[in-house]
C-alpha cells in the first residue's frame, strides 16, 4: 500500500477510528456509482457491510473490483477539512458477524439493545465487502476561519 501524504501531518490510524461517513465509489457500465457507507478499518482493509438483495454495490464490486473510498472529516467552526482517500481492489467475502459487531458498535454504541432492529441480525444475504488499498492520499485541506 503506497501511502501519500502531501500535506499536513494527520495521524491516519486516529483518523479511521472515528465514526465518519465514508463513500465508496464504483463503475457499472461506464457509470459511475457512489454509496455512502459506515466502515471499518481493520488488518489493513476497509470492511463494508452490505446484502446482496437490498445493495447495489456488492454487484458492481463483482463485476468490477476497482473502486476508490473517501473519507472526509470536516469542522466548520475550526475549519478542519481532513480527507483520505483510498484506491485499490474490493471484493465480497463472507459475512462474519463479529466484524460486523465491531462496525455498527462505532456508530451505533456498545449497547446493542438500543440499536435499531435491522442492525441486530443479519439474513442470509448479508455479506462484506474487503478493499484492499493500492494508494491511499491523506491530505490534510484545512483552512483558517477568519472572525
Known amino acids: ?17 472515528k465514526s465518519l461517513f465514508a463513500h465508496l465509489a464504483t463503475v457499472e457500465e ?3 456509482r457512489d454509496s455512502p457507507v459506515w466502515f471499518l478499518w481493520e488488518e489493513g482493509k476497509l470492511w463494508i457491510i452490505g446484502d446482496v438483495n437490498t445493495d447495489s454495490f456488492p454487484r458492481r464490486i463483482e463485476a468490477e473490483p476497482q473502486c476508490a473510498v473517501g473519507i472526509v472529516e470536516y469542522d466548520q467552526r475550526t475549519g478542519k477539512v481532513i480527507h483520505i482517500g483510498f484506491r485499490g481492489a474490493g471484493e465480497v467475502v463472507s459475512f462474519d458477524q463479529d466484524r460486523a459487531n465491531r462496525l455498527l ?36 485541506q484545512s483552512y483558517k476561519v477568519l472572525e
Request: zero cysteines; proline letters at 5%.
Open 30 to 32: 461506464n457509470v459511475p
Open 105 to 140: 458498535t462505532r456508530y451505533l454504541g456498545a449497547d446493542q439493545d438500543k440499536w435499531d432492529p435491522r442492525f441486530r441480525s443479519f439474513g442470509k444475504t448479508a455479506i462484506l465487502i474487503s478493499i484492499t488499498p493500492e494508494t491511499v492520499v491523506v491530505r490534510d
Open 1 to 17: 500500500m503506497k501511502i501519500i501524504r502531501d500535506r499536513g501531518e494527520v495521524d491516519m490510524e486516529q483518523l479511521l477510528k
